[in-house]
């Protein structure tokens, strides 16, 4: 499940508060609310907005100042400036300032549902400048060479690009890339995981709505496409689309148009589709679960990223971008990787490619104690034994390639990340408060090092 969008609302009104929340949670967004600066600077201080909303004048301050703080030190969250009608120079001085937008009061909801989706569009645009920047496909392997002179090639076209790979290879991160380096990196690129819409809510994503047109449908609403106009629209998990979606997406695709839920009218758009999954999507047509028609108008060029096990010899560079990536996010200096740490994870088959890497070096930072990673740091999973439960028969009925395992494990929700995450906030908790939020010794109690429970206290945004 995505990671809900987070909006911050800083206004003295209780009732400008209460639409807002109201109006932005219909929306999906989380939403937290300050009633003066004080509050709204210790809010940011512990949290990451996708988006804020500050009132001109605030009790003890004004909405000015937030927008220069936010501005220096959160220059990834877009923040919008909430005026007095006709108040005119406010408006220009808090663009002058950094804010992206302003609404005036009284407010007005389809302004501010189309105010809220540019800022999120913005706020997307932002993490995928610094994602590209600081992750773009990194590797001098023939793979990634090949993958890279590949992309250049189809960026410069127009024909819709099929990205076919294991999961977390990186099939969003080449999306983004052919976006920026095509003749649409000034229009919108809007990502969609179609494992993520509920089915019933998919052709009103998708397409938009008209006011009344279903229950619940308290006004117009632009779907994906739309917002995706002059841009690009990534398609990720593509197979997860029921049949009756994927006869629509066609005709979308074939006729250039969509009519929104409940709408008269059709409504032209321009929009470059790139589409991608972790399934073999040949094997699902032959299925039937997939339309043959509409995987052949996505599938006008196939782009194959390589796991990062056909690629080995980038990974020694990679761990090391990314430890000085996640320690300059703790603000700490990077640390370096023991030489037998290096080759145990150049020998690891890594089913789970650049993400697992990702989440084994972020785990391994967190545990260390010292200034080293050492193999016990990585705490990769061991194979077992030639000829034990857990491995493969070859072919001619010996023992062939050790399977990675981590032991049986109990019977746990399904909603395993969530689940842990809240064992782990209650547990640092009754630590803290059992040593009277002295960190070390509940650091200490916990049976981590000090560094490990700043690293969780950070993520978790217990303060």
Known sequence: MPTPRTALIVDDERDIRELLVLTLGRMGLRVDTAADVASARQQLAANKYDLCFTDMRLPDGSGQDLIELIATRYPDTP??????????????????????????????????????????????????????????????????NALRA?????????????????????????????????????????????????????????????KGSFTGAQGDKEGLFQAAHGGTLFLDEVAELPLHMQVKLLRVIQEKSVR???????????????????????????????RHDLFYRINVIELVVPPLRERREDIPALAHNVLARLAQELGEPAPKIAPDAVQMLTDYPFPGNV???????????????????????LRL??????????????????????????????????????????????????????????KTKAAAKLGITFRALRYKLKKLGID
Do not use: W
């Open 79 to 144: 923040v919008a400036m909430i005026t007095a009608h006709g108040n005119v120079d406010a408006a220009v001085d808090a663009l002058k300032a950094g804010a992206f937008d302003f609404v005036s009061k009284p407010v007005d909801l389809q302004v501010l549902r189309r105010l809220v989706q540019n800022a999120l569009q913005l706020s997307e645009q932002r993490r995928a400048q610094q994602q590209t920047s600081n992750n773009r496909l990194q590797g001098e392997s023939a793979a990634m």
């Open 150 to 210: 590949t992309i250049a090639k189809v960026a410069r076209s127009q024909a819709p690009v099929y990205i076919s790979g294991e999961s977390g290879v990186g099939k969003e991160l080449v999306a983004r890339l052919i976006h920026e380096q095509g003749p649409r990196s000034a229009g919108p690129f809007v990502p969609v995981n179609c494992g993520a819409i509920p089915t019933e809510l998919m052709e009103s994503e998708f397409f938009g709505h008209k």
């Open 260 to 290: 929104a839920v409940g709408a008269n009218a059709e409504l032209p758009v321009d929009v470059r589709i790139l589409s991608a999954t972790h399934k073999n999507l040949a094997a699902l047509v032959e299925d039937g679960r997939f």
């Open 355 to 377: 993400r697992e890497l990702e989440n084994i070096l972020e785990r391994a930072l967190a545990l260390s104690d010292g200034t080293v990673i050492s193999t016990d740091d």
């Open 381 to 438: 999973p061991t194979p077992r034994a030639a000829g034990t439960p857990g491995t493969t028969p070859s072919p001619a009925g010996g023992v062939g390639k050790p399977v990675y395992i981590t032991g049986q494990q109990p019977a746990v929700p399904a909603d395993l990340p969530d689940y842990i995450e809240r064992l782990e906030r209650d547990a640092i908790v009754k630590a803290l408060e059992e040593c009277r939020y002295n």
